[in-house]
Each structure stands twice: as C-alpha cells, then as structure tokens.
T-cell receptor, first 116, second 111 residues
Framework: DTGVSQDPRHKITKRGQNVTFRCDPI?????LYWYRQTLGQGPEFLTY????????KSRLLSDRFSAERPKGSFSTLEIQRTEQGDSAMYLC??????????????FGPGTRLTVL | SQQGEEDPQALSIQEGENATMNCSYK?????LQWYRQNSGRGLVHLIL?????REKHSGRLRVTLDTSKKSSSLLITASRAADTASYFC???????????FGAGTILRVKS
C-alpha cells in the first residue's frame, strides 16, 4: 500500500527562480488537495481537484502559483518568481469521493521550500 | 487565515497522564477532525466528529463537540512518549471539501 508521495522532499532556490513540485495521490483517490504550512502554524488550503477539474482555489493562491492535474492522477504545483515569503512546507493530500475514508484526507510527507 | 484557535499552544506532561487540547472555530461546520503531525510521519488523521454528534471515542482518544460554543476538545488518556507531536483540529464546512486548520497544540510527553 503506497500512500501519498511528494517530490522533491526539499527544495532550496534563489529568489526569482521558478519551482515545481509533484504529488502522487493514493491511486484510487479522485480528490487531491494542496496546502501550505509555515512554521508554528497549521496547514492553509491552497487548491483542490476532483479528477482533472480544479474546483476551488484559495485567495492565498496568487497569480504566481499554478496547479495542474492533467490526467486526474498526479498533480504539479508551480511557483513562478519565488519570493522569500514563499518559504514553507507544501503539503499534498488526497481522498476518495465515496466510501471508506471519504471524509478524511490522507497527507503526503510534504515538500519543504526554502527561498534564499 | 486560520479557522480558529487551539489551546494550549504547548503542553508538557508525564507519561501516563491525560492530555486535553481545545479548539475553537468560527463558522458552521459539517464535521471536525483532529490530526497529529510529527517529523517522522507527517499529518495523520486521528478522529472525526460530525456536527450532529457530541462525543466520540477511538481507543485512548475522546473528542467532544459543542456546536453552540463552536468548540471541541481532544482528550488523550494514559499518554505515552510516542504521543509527542503537534495536534491540529480541522473543520470542514457545509460547502466544499477543504479543511480549515487551527494553529495546533504541541504536546510533549516525558518518560
């Protein structure tokens, strides 16, 4: 049984560079979520997909952020022109639409981004 | 911004003692969930309580929900060193599927 995986686990970049993160959800899960977590805080919702459709986006998701889930399986989160304030842990989660576990979310280990 | 507040921010207890954490939220909810996070395993779902439920148990965990006060509590009985982690409440509203997390309580269980 493989859980949610994220790649890379750590990313260090210079301000102004673009970065892309990948999330592979649990295979039978239709819903996929992205959250951002800064030190000492709980995760904050960024966006969510059901299959390939992006159904909700937070106001936190500025135009520098874009997320895709082209085939309804894995998802990518891209941050363009990174800023130091983007430094955070980026968490991905997935859940089924129906059945056991549909009310909870299964989280990946996260990608820690450091912008220098 | 976060949905609500958690109290206390940090808690340090001896192994075997009980730990109680509280959570308050702001809007009407469909359900409230508690998650645990430690550096080794990331965020893990612990227990869910629906808006029409008042108390729920799972092993050493007991969660209560008071929708009139928009608050919840998580009790961990007979704590163990392995319970050391951050604990977050998260609410799901009637609309949508996102979770809105509190700021968390850091629990340290000393052996």
């Amino acid at each position: 049984d493989t859980g949610v995986s994220q790649d890379p686990r750590h990313k260090i970049t210079k301000r102004g560079q673009n970065v892309t993160f990948r999330c592979d959800p649990i295979s039978e899960h239709n819903r996929l979520y992205w959250y951002r977590q800064t030190l000492g805080q709980g995760p904050e919702f960024l966006t969510y997909f059901q299959n390939e459709a992006q159904l909700e986006k937070s106001r936190l998701l500025s135009d520098r952020f874009s997320a895709e889930r082209p085939k309804g399986s894995f998802s990518t989160l891209e941050i363009q022109r990174t800023e130091q304030g983007d430094s955070a842990m980026y968490l991905c989660a997935s859940s089924p639409v129906l059945g056991r576990g549909h009310n909870e979310q299964f989280f990946g280990p996260g990608t820690r981004l450091t912008v220098l | 911004s976060q949905q609500g507040e958690e109290d206390p921010q940090a808690l340090s207890i001896q192994e075997g003692e009980n730990a109680t954490m509280n959570c308050s939220y702001k809007t009407s909810i469909n359900n409230l969930q508690w998650y645990r996070q430690n550096s080794g395993r990331g965020l893990v779902h612990l227990i869910l309580i629906r808006s029409n439920e008042r108390e729920k148990h799972s092993g050493r965990l007991r969660v209560t929900l008071d929708t009139s006060k928009k608050s919840s509590s998580l009790l961990i009985t007979a704590s163990r060193a392995a319970d050391t982690a951050s604990y977050f409440c998260a609410t799901r509203t009637m609309q949508g599927n996102k979770l809105v997390f509190g700021a968390g309580t850091i629990l340290r269980v000393k052996s």
